[in-house]
């Protein structure tokens, strides 16, 4: 494995993204919405990073088989509440065909949010096969499979501090 991007610099950018979050929504309700298994260190780390009250809840995803997107995104777990109320801000963890994020965004929008921000670990744009951009993105990579910080290669590697790329 060869470390991308260390824990320092991943933390140095979520104290930025946490500040700017905690700036821009001061005066509204706030509910950061992780996508699982992906996003969990992510979401975690940056709800610390932010000194406003927030609310935090999950949707789950199914997309990938071992490194590689199905092309089909299915909803396994989804938000209880009502977010007509809410700004909601989305932290994925990574965006690389796009697929996942738009049906999430697509869903989240329909529930009618008073805003929806969409913030991402990491942006791959050379994968793209939707038209769906990040509000904002912590990190650009090329086209290479990662793991750590929460990303896995078969439920392996969350648990890594930093963002690897798996040598094959």
């Known amino acids: ?3 991308l991007i260390s824990s320092e610099t ?6 930025q993204t946490g500040d700017y979050i905690s700036k821009k929504y001061k005066d509204g309700n706030l509910l950061l919405v ?8 992510f979401l975690a780390d940056l709800a610390r ?7 935090i809840g999950f949707m789950g ?6 490194t590689h997107s199905s092309g089909e995104v299915r909803i396994t777990l989804d938000l209880q509440q009502n977010i007509a109320d809410y700004n909601v801000v989305v932290a994925e963890d990574i965006i690389d065909s796009g697929n996942t994020l738009k049906a999430i965004a697509d869903i989240l929008r329909a529930r009618n949010p008073k805003s929806l921000e969409i913030i991402t670990l990491l942006d791959k744009p050379d994968r ?5 951009q990040a509000d904002r993105v912590l990190f650009t990579i090329s086209d290479e499979f ?9 439920e392996k590697y969350r648990n890594l501090p930093y963002i690897a790329i798996i040598e094959e």
């Open 34 to 41: 992780g996508i699982l298994k992906g996003s969990f260190v």
């Open 1 to 3: 494995m060869k470390i």
């Open 61 to 66: 995803t199914q997309s990938y088989i071992g």
């Open 128 to 132: 793209r096969e939707t038209d769906i």
């Open 10 to 15: 991943i933390s140095a950018k979520l104290k």
């Open 146 to 154: 990662v793991v750590g910080y929460g990303l896995d290669y078969n």
């Open 49 to 55: 990073n932010i000194t406003i009250p927030c609310e």
